[in-house]
């Protein structure tokens, strides 16, 4: 049993992590930046370590502060949380270093996902199905117009240190490569100081469906089924649902076969996500591997009731997992509630919250950090809360989410709640008829 972990992270992930901590009997550290000083993990954690400037690169990922404060707090443990330095291999080797134990996988696990030519080249080895495309790195804009004729138009282009929609282009025809191919280089470089791009086929009509798995340090694995999370602006989440409801059981069976395979080819130890794109045919294709816990984990412990973050910290203490594989038995919606305008293009609203109402009743969950009063910070990722509705069936949690949402009261800052009301009342959202591509055409009324 660990005595005492530093959570190297803020907001709500860092309070969802003091919680479970608490309820296993272990001692906490929060670390904060001079913005956080008020934010409620600081307030919750048993110790607090103030680690430097509002900047993320004075205070979340300044390695040493962190190093640091795990130190003078005696901490054995650090949990990363996501985000910052969740899937920094460096870190985690530096903890291992230092005889702090790194609660997630190894350096050597994180980079052989980290980078995604080489994890593709992984999961063809493995027999994870891929999308089709070139087996490197494009080195000139000729060679993008030769592969992209052999491949199929549309392509799409990518960082191979890429995340979150930086370094990816759409190109539907040789004209349109030299632009695309020469901004998306340009867009890595600044985002990840790796211009490095590869091409795959465009996969038409996707739905972005993602297994959670947990691996222990046995070489078990078991997956704990699907998330749907389709509906996105601009390659960010910002509905998430378990389970989907494009999944067919057979189809289930196949990925949560083929995320098995994915995480088993690097030995993965920890909990972690295996990200696949589906086709209007549900044929599937590997996309990605999250090694760290995800933001929508709620989802997946509200349709199983299972403790993702518990799960991660007895793994990381060295207990084996139960090797079953999880089927859903309710049905779960989370919904994003993020400090930006859905009629303003989702422009970001930092600012103070002066009137907070939380939403509860049967069925609701949230998962925040702030307060009335409390000051939004424009340093770090815009949300405010996680609200997830579970029940028996989907049709039930869109009610009870819209429910919830209509109670949900925050004012003194834009928030995405109108945008979400819309959403549970539009009707081909409600009949499941919808892609990673619905909010392109999606109207604020």
């Keep these: 049993m660990f005595k005492k972990i530093l959570i190297a992270n803020r907001g709500e992930i860092a309070l969802r992590v003091i919680r479970t901590c608490r309820e296993m009997?272990?001692?906490?550290?929060?670390?904060?930046?001079?913005?956080?000083?008020?934010?409620?993990?600081?307030?919750?954690?048993?110790?607090?370590v103030c680690i430097g400037k509002?900047?993320?690169?004075?205070?979340?990922?300044?390695?040493?502060?962190?190093?640091?404060?795990?130190?003078?707090?005696?901490?054995?443990?650090?949990?990363?949380?996501?985000?910052?330095?969740?899937?920094?291999?460096?870190?985690?080797?530096?903890?291992a270093d230092h005889g702090i134990k790194f609660i997630g996988p190894t350096?050597?696990?994180?980079n052989s996902m980290g980078d995604k030519i080489t994890a593709k080249e992984t999961m063809i080895k493995a027999g994870v199905p891929v999308v089709p495309g070139g087996e490197g790195l494009l080195g000139s804009i000729e060679e993008a117009i030769t592969l992209a004729k052999e491949v199929g138009y549309p392509v799409i282009l990518k960082?191979?240190?890429?995340?979150?929609?930086?370094?990816?282009?759409?190109?539907?025809?040789?004209?349109?490569?030299?632009?695309?191919?020469?901004?998306?280089?340009?867009?890595?470089?600044?985002?990840?100081?790796?211009?490095?791009?590869?091409?795959?086929?465009f996969v038409e009509e996707p739905r972005h469906i993602e297994i959670q798995v947990a691996g222990d340090q046995y070489g078990n694995i078991c997956h704990l089924s699907e998330r749907d999370c389709s509906i996105q602006r601009r390659h960010?989440?910002?509905?998430?649902?378990?389970?989907?409801?494009?999944?067919?059981?057979?189809?289930?069976?196949?990925?949560?076969?083929?995320?098995?395979?994915?995480?088993?080819?690097?030995?993965?130890?920890?909990?972690?996500?295996?990200?696949?794109?589906?086709?209007?045919?549900?044929n599937f294709y590997f996309m990605e591997m999250n090694t760290r816990i995800q933001v929508e984990h709620c989802v997946t412990e509200e349709v199983i009731n299972f403790d993702l973050i518990k799960e991660q910290i007895?793994?990381?203490?060295?207990?084996?997992?139960?090797?079953?594989?999880?089927?859903?038995?309710?049905?779960a919606i989370e919904c994003r509630i993020n400090a930006e305008d859905p009629y303003n293009d989702f422009r970001p609203s930092p600012g103070k919250i002066t009137v907070l109402n939380t939403p509860g009743g049967h069925g609701v969950r949230v998962d925040s950090h702030v307060y009335a009063g409390y000051v939004i910070p424009p340093y770090y990722d815009s949300m405010i809360a996680k609200l997830i509705a579970v029940a028996r069936t989907r049709e039930e949690a869109i009610d009870t989410m819209y429910r919830a949402l209509s109670e949900y009261i925050i004012e003194g800052v834009k928030t995405t709640i109108p945008f979400h009301l819309q959403l549970m009342k539009n009707e081909d959202f409600r009949k499941g008829n919808f892609t990673t591509k619905f909010l392109e055409t999606f109207t604020m009324v």
């Design 25 to 48: 009997g272990i001692k906490t550290v929060a670390v904060y930046s001079t913005a956080d000083k008020d934010s409620l993990h600081v307030k919750f954690a048993d110790e607090a």
């Design 107 to 110: 350096a050597s696990m994180i």
């Design 159 to 201: 960082a191979t240190a890429g995340g979150g929609g930086k370094g990816m282009r759409v190109v539907w025809n040789d004209t349109e490569m030299e632009k695309a191919y020469t901004t998306a280089k340009t867009e890595a470089a600044a985002s990840f100081k790796n211009d490095g791009i590869y091409m795959e086929k």
């Design 236 to 282: 960010q989440k910002l509905v998430e649902e378990s389970p989907s409801p494009f999944m067919t059981p057979e189809l289930r069976e196949r990925m949560g076969e083929a995320a098995i395979k994915a995480a088993s080819a690097i030995n993965y130890e920890s909990v972690g996500t295996i990200e696949f794109l589906v086709d209007k045919h549900r």
């Design 54 to 95: 509002p900047q993320s690169s004075d205070s979340y990922l300044n390695i040493p502060h962190i190093m640091a404060a795990a130190e003078i707090t005696n901490a054995d443990a650090i949990h990363p949380g996501y985000g910052f330095l969740a899937e920094n291999a460096k870190f985690s080797q530096i903890c």
């Design 314 to 331: 007895k793994i990381a203490m060295g207990e084996k997992i139960s090797g079953i594989n999880y089927l859903p038995q309710m049905h």
